[in-house]
Nanobody, 117 residues
Framework: QVQLVESVGGLVQAGGSLRLSCAAS????????MGWYRQTPGKQRELVAS???????NYADSVKGRFTISRDNAKYTVDLQMNSLKPEDTGVYYC???????????WGKGTLVTVSS
């Protein structure tokens, strides 16, 4: 069974940095694209960043140049480095694992990031 466990988020001031990590169980990591999504009250969950098993990355326009997604295929982890944080980055961040070429998705439980102004 696939399990995704996110690191604890936290409270950070605007302009600050925070790094999120997600540990996957590993069984399908090598054939999966990994992603980070966020959700705020009243809004749909949105993609923040994703990375394929080959290392190709994709970012939401709102975070380009500030966030960096990376993965360690040996450790089955995916990280999200968040710099120059803004209050609008506040939300619950979810780790996602999608088996490449399929619609099979797995989700972590989410971790709260709060950016104060």
């Amino acid at each position: 069974q696939v399990q995704l466990v996110e690191s604890v988020g936290g409270l950070v001031q605007a302009g600050g940095s925070l790094r999120l990590s997600c540990a996957a169980s590993g069984s399908i990591f090598s054939i999966s694209a990994m992603g980070w999504y966020r959700q705020t009250p009243g809004k749909q969950r949105e993609l923040v960043a994703s990375i394929t098993n080959g290392g190709n990355t994709n970012y939401a326009d709102s975070v380009k140049g500030r966030f960096t997604i990376s993965r360690d295929n040996a450790k089955y982890t995916v990280d999200l480095q968040m710099n120059s944080l803004k209050p609008e980055d506040t939300g619950v961040y979810y780790c996602n694992e999608r088996v490449w070429g399929t619609v099979i998705n797995y989700w972590g439980k989410g971790t709260l990031v709060t950016v104060s102004s």
